[in-house]
């Protein structure tokens, strides 16, 4: 099978030979490449290698976005929302001590009750409590609320949830979950309603949402791309990625919803990101390579699931069900983990970065069209994002 077109507008990041410790030569290459600031890609206990941009995109036609979105291929727009960046920054200042609070040991319910929260939620919002869940080691607390008008309860069990984005103790990523009901268990989709107010709760708390939600130039951008007058912006997360952390690959596929929309509202990350189709491209071609065993055999000692691996890459549909599989470790460490994968998916033109007011657009049409991405920290200090579920009003 042919490889999948690419649809997306061309990658401008390269990928820069060198280990951790070569940052001069490495600076020198560039340079000479024209690039002007190089980043060395990793996450936690991964160094996937050193990355530059040798100059920033261009937006992508309609005609390109399109077809993008229908191949379910990201899509990135830089810079589209870059004009309302400068207008929220105190509520990114606010936002990002905020965060540094909870780090410091804060609790997030008695930092809510304070200013500038406190007046941004009543009489609007009324905080019930907050719970922990012991099972779930990645969350740090969740806090529920009522929705009032006129001193009417109109909706309840509206929650934001606070977790790690890891398991690991160096890696202070972080994300607030906006949402309702019970988790993992009922059908968010199904309540439009409810959806809508704990999207206004996330905007309550993070003001800076309205760069996403009140920005006319991205409504007029998806109204050209998607077949519909209104659009709502549900199931809310402001992420912060933080140095070594950031999200492996996944996606973001649930019922109802057309896809997400990221905004980078302060730091920088940089992106592997591609579709579905692309992803499978690119791991069976790199299974198929004659150095592909050896290549693995240090990442997967072990040579039971080394060897399953390799079989599967030779069928296509059994790839794809096992990249949707839980329990797929061989091939999460191949896609998240290998530097000589990264390499290819930076070389094959799929890695990004984002810088404030950038904005990626992830199609998710359902688990076998979908866009599929890793997100990596390029600061010394954790930046916030913002990431909406599309769905139609």
């Not at 934001?160 to 949402?179: A, C, G, I, T």
Request: net charge negative; glycine share 6%.
């Amino acid at each position: 099978m042919t490889p999948s077109p690419d649809y997306a507008a061309p990658s401008t990041v390269r990928f820069l030979p060198g280990t951790e410790n070569d940052a001069d030569a490495v600076r020198q290459a560039a340079q000479a490449q024209g690039i002007a600031e190089v980043y060395w890609l990793s996450q936690r206990d991964s160094r996937l290698g050193w990355i530059g941009e040798q100059r920033r995109p261009g937006m992508p036609t309609p005609l390109t976005v399109r077809a993008a979105w229908q191949a379910a291929q990201p899509i990135f727009l830089p810079g589209l929302v870059a004009a309302e960046i400068p207008a929220q920054g105190r509520h990114i200042a606010q936002a990002n001590a905020l965060m540094a609070a909870v780090l410091d040991g804060g609790d997030c319910e008695e930092l809510l009750l304070q200013a500038p929260y406190a007046e941004r939620l009543v009489p609007r919002f009324e905080l019930l409590a907050s719970s922990y869940d012991e099972g779930d080691p990645q969350e740090i607390v969740k806090i529920e609320f009522d929705v009032m008008e006129d001193g009417r309860l109109i909706a309840e069990n509206l929650w934001v949830k606070l977790s790690w984005l890891s398991y690991q103790e160096h890696d202070v990523s972080l994300r607030f979950r906006f949402s309702f009901g019970m988790e993992n268990y009922e059908d968010v989709a199904a309540d439009p309603a409810r959806q809508s107010y704990a999207a206004e709760l996330a905007e309550a708390l993070f003001p800076e949402s309205t760069v996403i939600s009140a920005n006319p130039r991205l409504a007029a951008f998806l109204r050209e791309l998607l077949p519909a007058k209104d659009l709502a912006y549900v199931e809310r997360i402001v992420y912060f990625n933080a140095p070594e952390g950031g999200a492996q690959f996944h996606h973001d596929v649930e019922r109802g919803h057309l896809g997400v929309v990221f905004a980078q509202v302060s730091g920088r990350t940089a992106w592997l990101a591609l579709s579905t189709e692309q992803l499978l491209d690119e791991i069976r071609g790199f299974l198929a390579q004659a150095d592909a065993e050896s290549t693995l055999r240090e990442l997967i000692p072990d040579s039971e699931p080394r060897i399953r691996l390799l079989a599967l890459a030779q069928d296509r549909v059994a790839l794809a069900a096992y990249l949707n599989d839980r329990d797929n470790d061989p091939l999460e460490q191949l896609i998240n983990r290998t530097p000589a994968f990264a390499r290819r998916l930076i070389e094959g033109g799929h890695a990004y970065i984002l810088y404030p007011g950038d904005v990626m657009l992830l199609p998710q049409h359902d688990m076998a069209h979908c866009a599929w991405h890793a997100v990596y920290c390029l600061d010394d200090q954790p930046g916030e994002a913002l990431s909406f579920a599309i769905r139609h009003a």
